[in-house]
């Protein structure tokens, strides 16, 4: 099997030369994923020179028909040899895979204003400017992530469709349970996970079912209504990634505003972050818990940027500083005037649909599957060559809003 790739009038095509069996699935099957992988999302298999096709090869076929038309992207068989046509049109399948046209139609939805970036162009598909201010507020004292949990501290909340919380907390019901469990916490949109510190090491999380809402408690942290202002990314070809940084300084900037609540869900190149490996609710003599070097006993920080090529959901508060919330944020990066405190739950990836999309279709698709790799808190590591440097997205969706102080 030979396998050539082009852009034809916006549509990438895979040409096939040989056969289409067990042996070459495989070999097709990652030529389709890499190009997905790169954002391309309408394509034919141009089949002429195919001369043999198997069931497992139709298998492959079929596979990616239904991942791209779940992105409401683009995918047919065009110019099928005569053994392809009729092992197609035996399979009932010729009116489903195989496209007479080879032009097809052109690129769907977009029609927003345009931005770019150092790194990265943006769609806005409404103006940031002109989007409606959310509330933000916080939750519990910093001092417990040093000190632990103060009697009554914390009530238990429901984290329902209208909002999105961040900060160290965790799923349930019972005040003692969740107190030896605490650790990075994130909500959006009635789907909420958190990272247990239980030992378990898999990231546990609930949606919304009918009238169940996931339920916990935060220790500390943020909590605030979903934005509804959405822009798209995408990083230049030839950069390959933008950064964290870069990323929502554009965001805030193309708001106007002085401090954004934020939602992402992004196609990723990778994730910097740090995640709790001890609850920090119980109280006691922790004076030393965050010191070096007794912080490795209670921290787990990336040591190279993890969750490579992952589809990734983000929320959290992107500012300037001066604002109310300040104790609450860090700046992004060294020596940057941008503050921020923004958390990400990984998944395995999966191609995110382009266009207008609808953010609470989009986050229960995420935890539809058993994917859910981590929950991570979002720092930069800037110690040079021998640091993780910072998070670096292919391409996403943000939501964002001011915040109403």
């Known amino acids: 099997m030979k396998i050539t790739t082009q852009k034809q009038n916006g549509i990438y095509v895979l040409h096939l030369d040989g056969r289409l069996d067990a042996g070459w699935c495989d070999p097709v099957q990652t030529a389709f994923d890499e190009a997905v992988k790169a954002g391309e999302h309408r394509m034919h298999f141009d089949m002429e020179k195919v001369v043999y096709l198997s069931s497992a090869g139709i298998r492959v076929l079929i596979t990616s028909h239904r991942q791209l038309l779940g992105?409401?992207?683009?995918?047919?068989?065009?110019?099928?040899s005569t053994f392809v046509r009729k092992v197609m049109d035996l399979a009932g399948l010729?009116?489903?895979?195989?496209?007479?046209?080879?032009?097809?139609?052109?690129?769907?939805?977009?029609?927003?204003?345009?931005?770019?970036?150092?790194?990265?162009?943006?769609?806005?598909?409404?103006?940031?400017?002109?989007?409606?201010?959310?509330?933000?507020?916080?939750?519990?004292?910093?001092?417990?992530l040093a000190a632990g949990k103060e009697a009554a501290a914390t009530e238990n909340v429901k984290f329902g469709p209208a909002t999105f919380a961040l900060g160290v907390?965790?799923?349930?019901?019972?005040?003692?349970?969740?107190?030896?469990?605490?650790?990075?916490?994130?909500?959006?949109?009635?789907?909420?996970?958190?990272?247990?510190?239980?030992?378990?090491?898999?990231?546990?999380?609930?949606?919304?079912?009918?009238?169940?809402?996931?339920?916990?408690?935060?220790?500390?942290g943020l909590t605030g209504d979903v934005p509804g202002c959405l822009i798209r990314f995408e990083a230049d070809s030839e950069q390959g990634s933008v950064g964290?940084?870069?990323?929502?300084?554009?965001?805030?900037?193309?708001?106007?505003?002085?401090?954004?609540?934020?939602?992402?869900?992004?196609e990723t190149s990778g994730l910097v972050g740090t995640s709790l490996r001890q609850s920090p609710a119980p109280t006691g003599n922790r004076a030393e818990r965050f010191a070096f070097?007794?912080?490795?006993?209670?921290?787990?920080?990336?040591?190279?940027r993890s969750h490579r090529d992952s589809i990734s959901l983000l929320a959290g508060?992107?500012?300037?500083?001066?604002?109310?919330?300040?104790?609450?944020?860090?700046?992004?990066a060294p020596e940057s005037q941008l503050l921020g405190h923004l958390h990400a739950a990984a998944f395995h990836y999966k191609p995110l649909q382009k266009g207008r999309i609808d953010l609470h279709e989009s986050v229960n698709d995420l935890f539809s599957g058993d994917t859910l790799q981590?929950?991570?808190?979002?720092?930069?590591?800037?110690?040079?060559?021998?640091?993780a440097g910072e998070s670096e997205f292919y391409r996403g969706a943000v939501w964002l809003a001011p915040i109403a102080f």
């Open 71 to 80: 992105v409401s992207g683009l995918f047919g068989i065009v110019n099928p």
């Open 94 to 144: 010729e009116e489903l895979l195989v496209s007479d046209d080879a032009d097809s139609s052109q690129q769907t939805e977009g029609g927003g204003r345009t931005h770019r970036s150092a790194s990265a162009s943006y769609e806005l598909l409404d103006d940031p400017s002109q989007a409606s201010a959310v509330k933000v507020q916080s939750s519990g004292k910093i001092s417990a």
């Open 169 to 220: 907390g965790a799923l349930g019901a019972d005040a003692e349970d969740i107190d030896s469990r605490m650790g990075e916490f994130i909500a959006v949109a009635g789907c909420a996970a958190y990272q247990p510190t239980d030992g378990s090491n898999r990231p546990d999380y609930m949606v919304t079912e009918g009238n169940l809402l996931p339920e916990g408690q935060l220790l500390v």
């Open 244 to 266: 964290l940084t870069e990323l929502f300084q554009t965001a805030l900037e193309l708001s106007g505003k002085t401090a954004i609540a934020v939602i992402a869900i992004t």
């Open 293 to 304: 070097p007794g912080v490795r006993d209670w921290l787990s920080f990336s040591s190279d």
């Open 317 to 332: 508060v992107v500012a300037k500083a001066g604002t109310s919330l300040d104790d609450f944020l860090r700046p992004l």
């Open 374 to 387: 981590s929950v991570l808190h979002l720092l930069s590591d800037p110690r040079g060559i021998n640091g």
